[in-house]
């Protein structure tokens, strides 16, 4: 039971930025709150809709990482280039899912302290994104080096990107 719940965790992406902002969003708010300007009910709308949609984006890659992972998975240490799903609209998919959550998180509890947290862990994300993607090229040479260059880092907004990303299986 306790070997399950550290290879959970272990396999859980929690991105140190956006951990760090979300707690930093709920512990500024109690010292000093800094409510956002406008109108509750409309603030609870747009938080829960970011929220589901970095839950649901986080969800989907990693079902599409597992699904294209043979033995065990192991998410810092992937046994292929995963390409489909999520990741053929953005290389960092998971990121993108805890960017949303951590909106998501700020805007539902109506703090503006998601207006500075939020760009700090993006940053601090990004910083380690860039690490991640020279590792990503060295392990798998011309198939990341072809990847880099058909889907952007972070978002696609193209109906053509939308459309490879539909399982075809």
Same mark, same amino acid.
């Given at each position: 039971?306790?070997?399950? &719940?550290?290879?959970?965790?272990?396999?859980?992406?929690? %991105?140190?930025? $956006?951990?760090?902002?979300?707690?930093?969003?709920?512990?500024?708010?109690?010292?000093?709150?800094? %409510? @956002? %300007? =406008? %109108?509750? #009910?409309?603030?609870? +709308?747009?938080?829960? &809709?970011?929220?589901?949609?970095?839950?649901?984006?986080?969800?989907?890659?990693?079902?599409?990482?597992?699904?294209?992972?043979?033995?065990?998975?192991? @998410?810092?240490?992937?046994? $292929?280039?995963?390409?489909?799903?999520?990741? &053929?609209? $953005?290389?960092?998919?998971?990121?993108? #899912?805890?960017? @949303?959550?951590?909106? =998501? !998180? =700020?805007? !539902?509890?109506?703090?503006?302290?998601?207006? +500075?947290?939020?760009? !700090?862990?993006?940053?601090?994300?990004?910083? #380690? !994104?860039?690490?991640?993607?020279? =590792?990503?090229?060295?392990?798998? #040479?011309?198939?990341? &080096?072809?990847?880099?260059?058909r889907v952007p880092r972070y978002l696609a907004w193209s109906w053509r990107r939308m459309s490879a990303a539909r399982p075809t299986s």
């Amino acid at each position: 039971m306790i070997r399950r &719940a550290v290879a959970l965790y272990e396999n859980l992406p929690l %991105p140190a930025g $956006s951990v760090v902002g979300v707690v930093a969003i709920v512990v500024l708010d109690r010292v000093r709150p800094t %409510p @956002l %300007p =406008g %109108p509750r #009910g409309l603030q609870r +709308a747009a938080g829960a &809709a970011a929220l589901a949609a970095g839950c649901a984006l986080n969800v989907w890659a990693l079902r599409e990482r597992r699904r294209r992972t043979t033995g065990e998975f192991q @998410l810092e240490q992937p046994q $292929s280039l995963v390409t489909t799903g999520p990741y &053929a609209l $953005s290389r960092h998919p998971m990121y993108v #899912g805890w960017w @949303l959550i951590h909106l =998501g !998180v =700020g805007v !539902v509890r109506g703090s503006a302290w998601m207006v +500075a947290t939020l760009p !700090v862990a993006v940053l601090v994300e990004h910083l #380690g !994104v860039l690490a991640e993607e020279r =590792g990503l090229g060295r392990e798998f #040479g011309d198939e990341f &080096a072809d990847y880099r260059e058909r889907v952007p880092r972070y978002l696609a907004w193209s109906w053509r990107r939308m459309s490879a990303a539909r399982p075809t299986s």
